[in-house]
């Protein structure tokens, strides 16, 4: 049905223009009641997202500022794809001050989501030390030397606490105000290692020397294996250290 099924959301809803959603999704900003809303179309199961929905939802009601699902004319929260969800306003971080909240934002994430069921279909970092894909992972795909190197570096998480991670929390996909720090594009969200949200400039969250590079090199481990095929993954893979 694609774009079509926006009229679930009202004769009136159209969409406006096209805006930065990745590679799994056309992201358009629409207007739906009158108001400013986005518009997500993409191929994810229903499982994937109901998953995804139900953590926004949560997260909305604990205070957490979070792009909230629009409901249908018949209240459906999404429909053949499609969903459609408030719109946040603000700019990027821009001093280390700014990364300061963030990862404030980002650990009362982790803090209320301990225990949470992972998301249909995925697998964490340290699954992947034992398991060969999950979701858009394949390390069928990669360079057995690379695998390696990105299993070595998640075996230094195993036996930690896991919570959902945002999983793509750069300056893009930050929405701030005087007043708030708003999380947007939840794609790449699972549940992992809370630490590999807060691999951010500057060390903003402040992690300890032994943890942020244990950090880092799993971040960069997981982003060539979701990324796998192109040059910013093999970059990626560049960074991981050999074993």
Avoid: K
């Amino acid at each position: 049905m694609g774009w079509d099924a926006l009229g679930r959301w009202g004769d009136d809803a159209v969409r406006l223009e096209p805006l930065a959603g990745g590679v799994a999704n056309d992201v358009w900003s629409v207007r739906v009641d009158g108001r400013l809303a986005v518009g997500r179309l993409g191929a994810r199961s229903d499982a994937d997202l109901a998953w995804e929905i139900a953590l926004l939802r949560h997260l909305d009601r604990a205070g957490l500022t979070v792009p909230v699902p629009i409901p249908t004319r018949d209240g459906r929260l999404f429909a053949d794809g499609l969903v459609v969800m408030t719109y946040l306003a603000g700019g990027p971080p821009e001093t280390r001050a700014d990364w300061r909240r963030v990862a404030d934002a980002l650990r009362e994430l982790h803090r209320l989501t301990r225990g949470w069921p992972q998301r249909p279909g995925w697998r964490s970092s340290t699954g992947l030390l034992h398991a060969g894909t999950g979701t858009r992972i394949d390390l069928g795909a990669m360079p057995t030397e690379g695998v390696a190197r990105c299993r070595a570096a998640w075996a230094r998480l195993a036996g930690r606490q896991t919570c959902v991670v945002h999983g793509n929390p750069n300056a893009g996909n930050i929405r701030m105000t005087a007043g708030r720090v708003g999380l947007i594009d939840w794609d790449e969200t699972h549940v992992d290692v809370p630490d590999l949200d807060l691999v951010l400039p500057d060390n903003a969250a402040g992690l300890a020397d032994d943890a942020y590079d244990i950090a880092t090199q799993a971040s960069a481990a997981w982003e060539a294996a979701v990324c796998w095929g192109d040059e910013y993954a093999v970059r990626r893979l560049a960074e991981v250290r050999a074993v």
